[in-house]
């Protein structure tokens, strides 16, 4: 996978955007203003979601958020290829989203990528990886610092490195 003029481009300008324009304005009241910019830059966001001022997002384009979905403080966000929330996902503080990697089996260690997709009520606790190519399952919640590496099936808990089944998440009414 080679990155193209255009998306370099892009990615030059959205820094700048982000530096001048979307860090410097933390308070949750600017989330409107942050949503605004990325939505500029070709994100997917829906009512009541949103991204943190201190998120990093390396490709808006690439970005798609459902209701009331959003992407917490110090969160890395590095969507070569989409990273898409369903509804009502959380994704916590300091973790890592990542979409592209190189193929170690090729001796010029190409560039490769693979979307991200959270499912509807995903829950990523905070400081968790979540590799390339993985699906999070619609009410699946990932516990802090775990790595993820494998799709995670519906209605689950699962933790540590790597990520394996803790317990089946049963909602209380």
């Keep these: 996978m080679i990155l193209s003029k255009k998306n370099k481009i892009g990615r030059f300008i959205w820094n700048i955007v982000y530096a001048l324009l979307f860090r410097p304005f933390p308070s949750k009241i600017f989330s409107p203003w942050r ?9 997917k966001l829906k009512k009541g979601s949103g991204v943190y001022a201190s998120c990093k997002i390396w490709a808006p384009w690439n970005l798609e958020l459902g209701e009331n979905s959003w992407l917490g403080p ?35 260690h190409t560039l490769i990528a693979a979307p991200i997709i959270l499912e509807d009520n995903a829950w990523i606790a905070a400081d968790v990886y979540i590799n390339m190519g993985v699906t ?9 610092r775990a790595s993820v590496y494998k799709d995670v099936e519906p ?5 540590g490195n790597p990520a394996k089944f803790i ?5 209380k009414n």
Excluded: P
Aim: aromatic share 10%; proline share 0%.
């Design 35 to 43: 949503s605004f910019l990325l939505s500029l830059f070709g994100a």
């Design 74 to 108: 110090q969160v890395d966000c590095y969507n070569v290829a989409l990273v898409k929330l369903g509804n009502n996902c959380t994704v916590s503080q300091k973790s890592y989203l990542c979409t592209a990697s190189h193929d170690i089996y090729d001796k010029n």
């Design 136 to 144: 999070i399952g619609q009410g699946a919640v990932v516990g802090a």
């Design 167 to 171: 317990k089946k998440r049963e909602m």
């Design 155 to 159: 209605w689950i808990v699962v933790g």
